[in-house]
């Protein structure tokens, strides 16, 4: 804002009017009591009592930045999506980073996934892919995922985090140890946000112009080059400066080092998902890159910091329900669970009209039939019907973005918590990260950092929680299981009893 413009500003209360005194209450002489009619007072006071709305309930520690994705690869035969329509065209979008399961309080460098959403605002309406920095998550159903939360966040009689809550949910689940040992990696502790990958984590479905339906996995490759923490160092920086990913981000772009990423895809057709030895559609699992290698499509470029957080990062709010047309869903339970939960959750935080707030406002032409509500902040569609269909407007719909049908797989409605068709093999995965894609320096940082996590586990099922978490490792690799058994000074024998007794039961 120019100086020039500056001089004209006046001091005004919410509603326009002008005031002239901004520190002082009015009162009756210099030491009486205060009057009521200081509106100014209760206006400041009333408005300051409300000034936070509620934090997210995981994800409430992050920053964002705005920036632009630009297509450099012609992906057409897979999807009809306006926003890969063409080589070189560009589309603006806003991302936001986040630790998951501590408070707006946290520090930055916790043992924790990273959040990674992006709002996409194209002309088909905003596009929210909404991931993490990790490829798979902790489980497969979103019938577990406030219970799996509870035991990241406080414990119940002393409210602080309790180590023996995380272990024993994660022992008494064996799906979670893919992402466990991500967690307890160095990749659990990255280097701020500009030198992660991020991953759209689920499948989802691709639809060309011809209906013909692929499934997809969405991947960000940092073009920073990954780099984390060890434990030691990102204890450190807790203290040293507890916002140091927020830091680095906004200096990164204020200094104009725009950080990037690549956006790959892995296509999966249906038949080979029928085909496929693992369930494609198992948020625990990663699809071989052998098999399904990436393909490229564009680039994302980070550069723009929002010029006020609560207005652009903390109002912001993400959905994987908001796909366009050409982008679809799947049969992931955990998505279907988030299609609910999320817009949900936003309606509870921010209002029923929680899209209207600028930051999540879709830029083109928005047309529908909901009126009312908390906050409604535009015209509320004036005199317009505000029913559908009816003879006075234009509004129609547009068989364009009708999706093609999926068959499924059955029509039997059950809760399939059975083995068979390789769902509860959760160990074969895990043991290849250890194996192949770890090298020894990540194999010892690994069982460093478990070694230490699982010593907090207490109390008198200390014992039967280890020894069953144990079991897990054995399962994925004998050698880590061993190298963590010794580091936590267990008896080998005792752990091989136990599994032999599963096994017979």
Sequence with gaps: MSNEKNKDRKLTSASGRPYVENENSLSAGPRGPLLLQDFILHEKMAHFNRERIPERVVHAKGTGAFGTFTVTHDISKY?????FNKIGKQTKLLLRFSTVGGEKGSADTER?????????????????LVGNNTPVFFIKDAKKFSDFIHTQKRDPRTNCKNPTMMWDFWSLNPESLHQVMILMSDRGTPHGYRHMDGFGSHTFSLINAKDQLVWVKFHFKNMQGIKNFTND???????ID??????????????????????KIQVMTQEQAKQSPFNPFDLTKVWPHGDFPLIDVGVMELNEVPKNYFAQVEQSAFAPAHVVAGIGYSPDKMLQGRLLSYPDAHRYRLGVNYEQIPVNKCPYMVNNYERDGHMRIDGNGEDAPNYFPNSFDDISVDNVYKEPPVALDSITADWYD???????????????????????????NLVSNIVGAMSGIAGEKKDLIIDRQLCHFFRANANLGMAIANGLGVDIDKVMAAMKHEAAV
Aim: hydrophobic share 35%.
């Design 233 to 239: 160092e990102a204890a450190a920086m807790k203290g």
């Design 79 to 83: 999807t009809k999506a306006k926003i």
């Design 418 to 444: 059975r083995n068979g068709l390789g769902e509860n093999d959760h160990y074969t995965q895990p043991g290849l990260l250890f194996t192949k894609a770890m090298n020894d320096y990540d194999r010892h």
């Design 112 to 128: 924790d996934p990273r959040g990674f959403a992006i709002k996409f605002y194209t002309e088909d309406g905003n596009w929210d």
């Design 242 to 263: 507890p916002d140091f990913a927020q830091r680095d981000l906004v200096t990164a772009i204020d200094n104009k080092d725009f950080p990037k990423w690549a956006l």
